[in-house]
């Protein structure tokens, strides 16, 4: 597995390359594209549900933008692991050899019980087999639950 952190500009600049509109100029060709994202969408949320517990755990969005983009969250550190990485990288490939799709995962855990620990939000995309996580927000330690190693 590849990951690459980014800070700043640096990872809004490679996270927005995902929202490059696509000319789909008929709306047979609009069916066909929103038949695919459904089909990412649904393979994702299969393929996370198979191991982590979907609310809990996990939710895949069912929003979408004429795109290359899908998005979801993750709430727990039980699937905050390789495991996941791999998952969605495994999963996407599946569905899109060439790389084109973009999976984000807003992460928002919550503190533990009797803690004075505050909520966590980071945030990574996975696209074309590489984890980019946004190093402003995600620390050393969550990073190497992933499997980062930089």
């Not at 649904?42 to 933008?65: C, M, N, P, T």
């Not at 790389?99 to 945030?123: I, R």
């Not at 995309?125 to 995600?138: A, H, I, K, S, T």
Request: aromatic residues 16%; contains cysteine.
């Amino acid at each position: 597995m590849r990951f690459m952190v980014l800070v700043g500009d640096d990872f809004k600049v490679e996270y927005h390359k995902a929202f490059k509109k696509l000319d789909l100029a008929t709306e047979g060709a609009k069916e066909r594209f929103r038949e695919e994202i459904s089909r990412i969408q649904e393979g994702i949320e299969s393929a996370l549900g198979d191991r982590w517990q979907k609310a809990e755990d996990f939710e895949v969005g069912y929003d979408y933008d004429y795109c290359y983009h899908v998005c979801g969250g993750i709430y727990s550190n039980t699937i905050l692991c390789e495991e996941y990485v791999r998952t969605l990288v495994e999963t996407l490939h599946g569905f899109d050899p060439d790389g084109l799709w973009t999976y984000h995962t807003s992460c928002e855990f919550p503190p533990a019980d009797g803690t004075d620990e505050k909520w966590w939000f980071g945030e990574m995309f996975v696209r074309d087999g590489v984890c980019y996580l946004n190093g402003d927000y995600f620390p050393i330690s969550r990073r190497e639950q992933l499997g980062c190693r930089e």
